[in-house]
């Protein structure tokens, strides 16, 4: 069964700190992954977005990962701002041209606090 | 470059009752996607359209359908209200099924 799961559910970190989300997904054929950022009730703005030959992928201060062998992804988030307390949703898209599919993770909810 | 527009914003309905929402791609753009986002929830992929067709559907009820106007515009329509229809619903654009765009989203809230 095609699926994304995103970890941590939520995290609250303090402004200027590091951290990182995950994503394991386990779909087939892989096409891409996208991380977005979703303020709470706007639409999600794309973050990275990275194919199979990729394996890191920057965007300021976020820096994603993909390890295409063990199909996981992380975004790291680094010197964290207020303005980065959002949701971020994993994305997976999977399929071949023309037919792709996409599957969202439920989202990490992060909280940066001052 | 104007990014991809939804309205209405909010929208309030009574149970029965049908919905129309409707989503404007980025200039270029051929496909259209619809997802429903419940509170708390992730996204649900609900419709796909691509140069007027409809491509992919979700695991949704047909009381949700939508169309794709000659200009890739959309509609989702929404029939016979339940009250678990309340959510955000995001419509998003793209261009040859790579990457999507997001609207700002039209808010469904269901009485």
């Known amino acids: 069964k095609n699926q994304v799961e995103q970890s941590p559910q939520s995290l609250i970190i303090l402004e200027g700190k590091n951290c990182t989300l995950q994503?394991?997904?386990?779909?087939?054929?892989?096409?891409?992954l996208r991380w977005y950022k979703q303020d709470t009730g706007r639409g999600p703005v794309s973050l990275t977005i990275?194919?199979?030959?990729?394996n890191t992928k920057s965007n300021g201060r976020y820096t994603a990962t993909l390890d295409a062998d063990t199909k996981q992804s992380s975004l790291h988030i680094t010197a964290s701002q207020l303005s980065d307390s959002a949701s971020y949703i994993c994305?997976?898209?999977?399929?071949?041209?023309?037919?792709?599919?996409?599957?969202f993770g439920t989202g990490t909810r992060l909280k940066v606090l001052a | 470059e104007a990014g991809v527009t939804q309205s209405p914003t909010h929208l309030i309905k009574t149970r029965g009752q049908q919905a129309t929402l409707r989503c404007s791609p980025i200039?270029?753009?051929?496909?259209v996607y619809w997802y429903q986002q419940a509170l708390g929830l992730g996204l649900q992929f609900l419709l796909w359209y691509d140069e007027g067709e409809e491509r992919n559907r979700g695991n949704f009820p047909p009381r949700f359908s939508g169309r794709q106007f000659p200009n890739y515009s959309s509609e989702l329509n929404v029939n016979a209200l339940e009250l678990e229809d309340s959510a955000l619903y995001l419509c998003?654009?793209?261009?040859?099924?790579?990457?999507?765009?997001f609207g700002p989203g039209t808010r469904l809230t269901v009485t």
């Open positions: 200039s270029g753009h051929t496909s």
């Open positions: 998003a654009s793209s261009f040859s099924s790579y990457e999507q765009y």
């Open positions: 994503c394991n997904y386990t779909v087939s054929p892989f096409s891409n």
């Open positions: 994305v997976v898209s999977w399929g071949t041209s023309g037919t792709y599919k996409y599957i």
């Open positions: 990275m194919t199979f030959s990729e």
